[in-house]
């Protein structure tokens, strides 16, 4: 196997690539990019057998072949050549590959092929989804997402695409995001899935730095791939019980409020300095007016009071300073709050109508 190519090309697609690659496999080949060169063309591929990326790279097909090299090694490389052109030669009988850029020369050992998958294809049902909407809405809920591995079904995002409306769930038990985006037009398919949100945050950088008008998603039995400005990302699918997140809404509330989504986050991001240690906010509402406030032992606290159109018997809930700000900065405008009591979950709406609603648990004060 022999090509060529333009060192920056290389360079760029590699540094893609390799974000799919293991970094604390057992199998040496994982920690490896694949380089397939056939008549078709040039591609790189990585794995770490929960997600996989395959990545074309333009350059010149001197011999077809394939071979798998050292990822970040092979980085490292390809960032320090001189030149602006490189080739790679597959040497069968050393079990290495040459590479050479402008006046240096490099021979790097070889990792197994045969230890590397094989790579799904996007084929069957494939639906096709605007890129736009599809980053917009992971991006709202993707912090929700739960990154304890002990509880894998509550790591993914729930999924689901028909007609009209792309919708994704995320929780982590603490809180809930759900946004629905509506399109455009209808999709001409329908697919529901709980993706890792590790995949899913892959893919929007994917999509964003492709420019990609359209994302091509084909959904199998336990696999889902995804398709966008040339570049193919495939991911395992969770198993088990997505939780039914129409359950955990409360059917109502006791207070509406809704207010400048602006004003109120730059407040709790300000108290929040002072909720360290597990210290949580709290939100103290009274006839027109909220006090946010904050208090960590030996550290020191702080409040803030900003007018609110809050009527009724004074109330008093505490959060966690993190989850509330996360919710609070995935709304754009006004932010609808809406609380029951101190011990309820409290839920966040975005004002304009788009769909998002964030449920968050309370945590109890300690009068």
Same mark, same amino acid.
């Given at each position: 196997m022999k090509i060529t190519t333009r060192r920056d090309a290389l360079f760029a697609q590699l540094q893609t690539v390799t974000r799919a690659a293991s970094t604390r496999s057992a199998v040496q080949a994982l920690s490896g990019v694949q380089l397939l060169a056939t008549k078709d063309g040039i591609e790189l591929r990585a794995t770490d057998m929960e997600i996989g990326l395959r990545v074309p790279l333009e350059g010149e097909v001197v011999r077809e072949g394939s071979l798998v090299l050292p990822a970040r090694l092979v980085v490292d490389v390809v960032r320090a050549l001189p030149g602006k052109e490189v080739s790679l030669e597959l040497r069968p009988v050393e079990q290495d590959v040459e590479i050479l850029g402008g006046s240096a020369s490099f021979y790097i050992r070889t990792l197994r092929l045969e230890d590397f998958p094989p790579f799904p294809e996007i084929e069957g049902d494939v639906v096709e989804v605007p890129g736009d909407a599809f980053v917009g809405t992971v991006n709202k809920v993707a912090r929700s997402a739960s990154r304890d591995e002990t509880r894998p079904v509550l790591t993914g995002i729930l999924v689901s695409a028909?007609?009209?409306?792309?919708? &994704?769930?995320?929780?982590?038990?603490?809180?809930?995001? $759900? =946004?629905?985006? =509506?399109?455009?037009e209808a999709l001409a398919g329908s697919f529901e899935a709980n993706v890792p949100a590790r995949a899913l945050q892959e893919l929007t950088r994917i999509v964003q730095h492709e420019s990609a008008d359209t994302l091509s998603v084909s959904v199998r039995a336990n696999q889902v791939v995804f398709a966008a400005g040339g570049i193919v990302l495939s991911s395992r699918l969770i198993d088990g019980q997505f939780p039914n997140y129409r359950q955990l809404l409360p059917d109502a509330y006791e207070h509406? %409020?809704? %207010?400048?989504?602006?004003? +109120?986050?730059?407040? +709790?991001?300000?108290?929040?300095?002072?909720?360290? =240690?597990?210290?949580?906010?709290?939100?103290?509402?009274?006839?027109?007016?909220?006090? $946010?406030?904050?208090?960590?032992?030996?550290?020191?606290?702080?409040?803030?009071?900003?007018?609110?159109?809050?009527a009724g018997e004074p109330l008093?809930?505490?959060?966690?300073?993190?989850?509330?700000?996360?919710?609070?900065?995935? +709304?754009?405008?006004?932010?609808?709050? =809406?609380?029951?009591?101190? %011990?309820?979950?409290?839920?966040?709406?975005?004002?304009?109508?788009?769909?998002?609603?964030?449920?968050? &648990?309370?945590?109890?004060?300690?009068?």
């Open positions: 028909a007609g009209d409306e792309l919708r &994704m769930v995320a929780t982590d038990s603490y809180r809930l995001s $759900v =946004k629905e985006t =509506k399109l455009e509406e %409020l809704r %207010l400048a989504g602006g004003e +109120v986050t730059d407040v +709790v991001r300000r108290i929040s300095l002072l909720a360290q =240690k597990n210290a949580p906010l709290r939100l103290a509402f009274t006839e027109g007016e909220l006090t $946010v406030s904050a208090r960590t032992p030996d550290v020191g606290e702080a409040r803030e009071t900003i007018p609110v159109p809050f008093e809930i505490g959060f966690n300073p993190e989850f509330l700000r996360d919710g609070l900065e995935a +709304v754009d405008g006004d932010v609808i709050i =809406k609380l029951i009591s101190p %011990l309820r979950p409290g839920l966040l709406e975005a004002g304009d109508g788009s769909g998002f609603q964030y449920l968050l &648990m309370p945590i109890r004060l300690n009068v």
